[in-house]
């Protein structure tokens, strides 16, 4: 069975760090395309930060220039989502997603992830 889990999430002041996990069991991470995607309630989804799979492209939505990064220990099988200077309006519940489909580059709209985790919820607040 294909799986994507998240895992990291909690509490944390504003200005706070967090780091995310993403490991994925029945396939090998290094082989996809991965984006960290976020949903705050009654909001859409957005598309934070993703990363191709051959490593060569990373984008991120503007809102986490600076602050965010997505890195990959194939040994684990793991993608990470380091968190840093978190704000209030971080606060959302994050997810993972993986392609095979798209290669070579990444976008941060949901459109051709196909395999999604269940999410880790992050927030911000003192």
């Known amino acids: 069975q294909l799986q994507l889990v998240e895992s990291g999430g909690g509490l944390v002041q504003p200005g706070g760090s967090l780091k995310l996990s993403c490991t994925a069991s029945g396939f090998t991470l290094d082989y996809y395309t991965i984006g960290w995607f976020r949903q705050a309630p009654g909001k859409e989804r957005e598309g934070v930060i993703c990363?191709?799979?051959?490593?060569?492209?990373?984008r991120f939505a503007d809102s986490v220039k600076g602050r965010f990064t997505i890195s990959r220990d194939n040994a684990k099988n793991t993608v990470y989502l380091q968190m840093n200077s978190l704000k209030p309006e971080d606060s959302a519940r994050y997810f993972c997603?993986?392609?095979?489909?798209?290669?070579?580059?990444?976008?941060?709209?949901?459109?051709?992830?196909?395999?999604w985790g269940q999410g880790t919820q992050v927030t911000v607040s003192s």
């Open positions: 990363i191709s799979s051959n490593d060569r492209s990373t």
């Open positions: 997603a993986a392609t095979s489909t798209i290669v070579g580059t990444c976008y941060l709209t949901h459109v051709g992830y196909g395999y």
